[in-house]
């Protein structure tokens, strides 16, 4: 029998300060109407001065360890999705292995944006898979709000920090990840993206983006890839139990799930209280959903996302 990454436990990490649409009102030309209209979103939370990306990876991934009873030193993989890394390099996740203490592990980042924790996500099955490690920890963390630009009313509202981790085990049986597929598009480029970096301007930048057509891009490619993963394991629409898309847009939730025929009241939806946090979105909501009892072990759950790149993918796994 084939061994399968199987999620041992979650763990997510949001920043103290959560700001309400009124509160952001207060400094940017928007109301909360305007925000809820065409997003869905609440409220979000802004990481303060002490807190960075590998703070709050560190936080989620210590309680991913908790929720599934193992040491860290039992880690010998990290596999960090994140646009807002602590530093140019080195890679955060080895501030994340020092801060859990762990003396020796692979460690490295992905840098794939909203899609991010996919693209994760495959590489440490496919090194599970591969005999290179025995156990991982798979973390999307973001500190979104350090690339904002808050004169910027179509974007700066739409994001949030955060992070969200899980740990995997390779292991036979039923249970784990069935299938995976991801996908990019560079000449979208100027699409979504951030107008800085260590190679062009010296600088960190800010966000960019043509909100409508990364819409349009988002229900279709989002759509195709579910099929893609579904079909890949072997599922059909009717099999699945949960979907937990990234949490970018409510509309864009609605109009994907519409597209596939999926039950809407099988959607996760958390971007009405985190806003959209990248790379956080899909693990954040993942933890959320199994900590509040929506999503059982046994449970047939997909995975998508997209996000700049344009990169989207998606994941199909027994829970």
């Not at 059909?236 to 597209?259: G, S």
Request: one cysteine or more; aromatic letters at 4%; proline letters at 2%.
């Amino acid at each position: 029998m084939t061994s399968k990454s199987v999620i041992l436990g979650s763990g997510s990490a949001l920043p103290k300060n959560c700001v309400s649409n009124d509160e952001l009102a207060k400094r940017v030309d928007t109301s909360d109407e305007w925000i809820v209209e065409r997003t869905g979103i609440r409220q979000r939370y802004i990481a303060d001065e002490t807190e960075t990306t590998s703070s709050l990876a560190t936080d989620a991934a210590k309680k991913a360890l908790e929720t599934a009873g193992i040491a860290a030193s039992d880690i010998d993989l990290i596999v960090l999705a994140t646009a807002t890394p602590d530093q140019t390099f080195p890679a955060t996740a080895t501030r994340v292995q020092a801060n859990l203490g762990i003396e020796d592990c692979i460690a490295f980042d992905v840098a794939a944006v909203c899609t991010g924790f996919l693209y994760a996500l495959t590489v440490a099955d496919s090194m599970l898979r591969g005999g290179n490690a025995k156990r991982a920890l798979v973390i999307g963390a973001e500190t979104f709000s350090r690339i904002l630009d808050w004169d910027d009313r179509a974007t700066c509202v739409l994001f949030g920090d955060g992070a969200g981790a899980l740990v995997l085990e390779a292991q036979d049986g039923d249970s784990g990840i069935l299938a995976t597929r991801l996908h990019a598009a560079g000449q979208h480029n100027e699409l979504l993206y951030v107008d800085g970096g260590p190679s062009t301007t010296q600088t960190v930048g800010h966000v960019r983006m043509r909100g409508r057509e990364v819409f349009r891009h988002a229900v279709v490619n989002l759509a195709e890839v579910l099929n893609e993963t579904m079909e890949a394991a072997g599922l059909t629409a009717e099999d699945i139990d949960w979907v937990v898309p990234h949490q970018a847009n409510a509309r864009i939730l609605d109009a994907t799930a519409k597209k596939l025929s999926l039950d809407p009241a099988k959607v996760i939806v958390t971007v009405d209280q985190h806003a959209n946090t990248s790379a956080a979105s899909v693990p954040l909501a993942f933890d959320v959903a199994v900590r509040d009892g929506r999503i059982k072990k046994g449970d047939m759950v997909v995975m998508e996302a997209m996000g700049g790149g344009l990169t989207w993918g998606a994941a199909a796994l027994r829970y």
